[in-house]
Nanobody, 121 residues
């Protein structure tokens, strides 16, 4: 089992910045570099949506709504995933979840408990 713990959520004004971190721990943490990592978010009353992903091979993808404002990065040596969020908008409000997915066989998929981000005046 891999445990993922998010941190860094807060309340900020529109236009502000936040940095979210996800720390991994657990039995298979030594193989962290093999996992595809991602950030997703869920706003109240809405489905969870992918925000940004960084695969084990280094491919990075972003949701259109955050492209140019958010940056995802990972440090395999520290088993951490980071999401730098700039120029935040009220619609960025939600619970942000860290996700780790092992793309091999058998597949494994882990989620953190989430961290709350609120963007409001």
């Amino acid at each position: 089992q891999m445990q993922l713990v998010e941190s860094g959520g807060d309340t900020v004004q529109p236009g502000g910045s936040l940095t979210l971190s996800c720390a991994a721990a657990g039995l298979f943490v030594g193989y962290y570099y093999q996992y595809d990592m991602a950030w997703s978010r869920q706003a109240p009353g809405q489905q969870r949506e992918l925000v940004a992903a960084r695969t084990s091979s280094g491919t990075t993808t972003y949701a259109d709504s955050v492209t140019g404002r958010f940056t995802i990065s990972r440090d395999n040596s520290k088993q951490t995933l980071t999401l730098q969020m700039n120029r935040l908008l009220p619609e960025d409000t939600g619970v942000y979840y860290c996700n780790a997915r092992y793309p091999g066989f058998p597949s494994r998929n882990y989620w953190g408990r989430g961290t709350q981000v609120t963007v409001a005046s």
